[in-house]
């Protein structure tokens, strides 16, 4: 079975600043994926950045780029000069890959960063 | 850009009444996901379709639960007997693979009294 754990309190950061967001994986699958989503107080789920079990980069979105270790199994967020508009809960999901199925998600349970003007 | 859309945004139910959520998934999208969020709580996996069948389903998925694609657009799912437990936000979700990200539709807010 795969397990997200993020662990952090609410995260604090400073306008302009650049905040990482902490997430580890627990999984015996080779292929898999990880994504980050953003949940704002309205409610929706927005999609931030995707990583493979088997990409080489650090995948990077914009402001966004997700520091993956995939030894120590952590898959990292990092917001780069942090906006008002990026408070929010952030949610590290994973799903396994593998033939003929659908690839459900596995959440973590989130972190809810502020961000101070 | 394309978008997941749910409706309602909000439904507010008696406790034993069927509740159905809808979604039209991205037009091109194949796989669709229904997955549920209780307040304060993490995102839970519901069940997962593709090709008019369910192609998996979680312990929460049970007989109560229900899912259909009625026609070319529209997602449902369809809530029997709804207990107060029930309460939660839910997500219609849709890839346009297996293996591709999946898109979160707004949610449908269901609260049950």
């Known amino acids: 079975a795969q397990k997200i754990t993020q662990t952090q309190p609410g995260m604090f950061v400073q306008e302009k600043e650049a905040v990482t967001l902490d997430c580890t994986y627990d999984t015996s699958d080779q292929s898999y994926g990880l994504f980050w989503y953003k949940q704002p107080s309205s409610g929706e789920m927005i999609f931030l950045i995707y990583?493979?079990?088997?990409?080489?980069q650090n995948a990077t979105e914009g402001r966004y780029s997700l520091n993956f270790q995939k030894a120590r199994k952590s898959a990292n967020l990092v917001i780069s000069a942090s906006q008002l508009g990026d408070s929010a809960m952030y949610f590290c999901a994973m799903t396994k890959y593998y033939t003929g199925a659908n690839s459900k998600l596995t959440f973590g349970k989130g972190i809810t960063l502020s961000v101070r003007p | 850009e394309p978008e997941v859309t749910q409706t309602p945004s909000h439904q507010v139910t008696q406790m034993g009444q069927e509740v159905i959520l809808r979604c039209v998934p991205i037009s091109n999208h194949l796989y669709f996901y229904w997955y549920r969020q209780i307040l304060g709580q993490k995102v839970e996996f519901l069940v997962s379709?593709?090709?008019?069948?369910?192609?998996?389903k979680s312990e929460i998925f049970d007989d109560q639960f229900s899912v259909e694609r009625p026609d070319g657009s529209n997602f449902t799912l369809k809530i029997r007997s709804t207990k107060l437990e029930d309460s939660a936000m839910y997500f219609c979700a849709s890839s346009e693979n297996m293996q591709e990200t999946q898109y979160f539709g707004p949610g449908t807010r269901l609260l049950v009294l």
């Open positions: 990583q493979g079990s088997y990409d080489e």
């Open positions: 379709f593709y090709n008019n069948e369910i192609s998996e």
